[in-house]
């Protein structure tokens, strides 16, 4: 699960999402809302809606590698997914902000799972089918938001083992309890997950060893071609933490202590 930079959203775009959004809020009752965001974000989120033609081109220029997931980081993200869901909060259905790029694997698991903090506890909102279609208990969002945090603040990949992700040692309890939540939710350690992460460990290892091999051989274009390469390969996640626990993976240290640039790539 990666920070996504905000690639922003041009003027015209972000006029109609407002119109849109006003449309829904004007719906009347919260129910009414509800229904009202459901079947308008359906009709309008279409590739044939030029303003839906813009926001899927900024969200594909915040993915990683060539357009990734931003929670598995696996799989093609090609599915606009809202954060808050939008059968819990209508009031974000057409908002920039709310939108990240998912694949139909992590949108679908997610759905309209959903979880807030009330005071110093986690509480999960999420509406059980057929359950009354209410407003959720108020409260901050306790789902990891990639748009505006850094997963990698709560988060901690095995390298050398398990290649799970888990909540980092040391967080508070309120943080643990969000990335506990954010994880379960994503099923991030799915075994599939886990298999992708050793093989792009293995080949992020083999590009750097690559690149360092060639820097004294190479052409300055030849060397670009091999760092452009490495920054283009999914699973960003196991690159960062190469990056963050290096000084305790005795190999990866050396090879980043003979390339140091490559640490800021």
């Not at 309008?44 to 929670?71: D, H, I």
């Not at 886990?194 to 030849?222: D, K, P, W």
Request: hydrophobic share 35%; glycine share 6%.
């Amino acid at each position: 699960m990666v920070h996504l930079p905000d690639a922003g959203l041009d003027p015209e775009a972000t006029r109609k999402l407002e119109e849109y959004q006003r449309q829904v809020d004007a719906a009347g009752s919260y129910e009414d809302r509800v229904v009202s965001a459901k079947k308008w974000f359906s009709s309008r989120n279409q590739r044939s809606n030029p303003t839906f033609r813009r926001v899927r081109e900024s969200l594909t220029r915040m993915c990683s590698g060539a357009q990734r997931c931003v929670y598995c980081e696996d799989s093609v993200g090609d599915e606009v997914e809202h954060i808050q869901p939008q059968d819990l909060y209508p009031c974000l259905v057409f908002v920039w902000a709310n939108y990240v790029y998912a694949c139909g694997r992590c949108n679908g698991g997610k759905s309209n799972k959903f979880a807030v903090i009330s005071g110093d506890r986690l509480v999960d909102v999420t509406r059980p089918r057929g359950g009354p279609v209410v407003p959720p208990e108020p409260g901050a969002p306790a789902f990891l938001n990639p748009r505006v945090e850094d997963p990698l603040r709560f988060l901690d990949l095995d390298l050398e083992g398990t290649f799970m992700v888990l909540a980092r040692d040391g967080l508070p309890d309120i943080d643990r309890d969000r990335t506990d939540f954010t994880i379960e939710t994503l099923k991030l350690n799915r075994d599939v997950l886990l298999q992708a992460r050793a093989t792009a460990f293995g080949s992020y290892r083999a590009r750097l060893h690559e690149y360092v091999s060639m820097r004294g051989i190479a052409t300055a274009e030849e060397i670009g071609r091999l760092a452009d390469s490495l920054k283009a390969m999914p699973h960003a996640t196991v690159w960062a933490e190469m990056k963050r626990q290096h000084p305790f993976v005795p190999d990866i240290d050396e090879l980043f202590s003979r390339a140091p640039e490559a640490l800021g790539w």
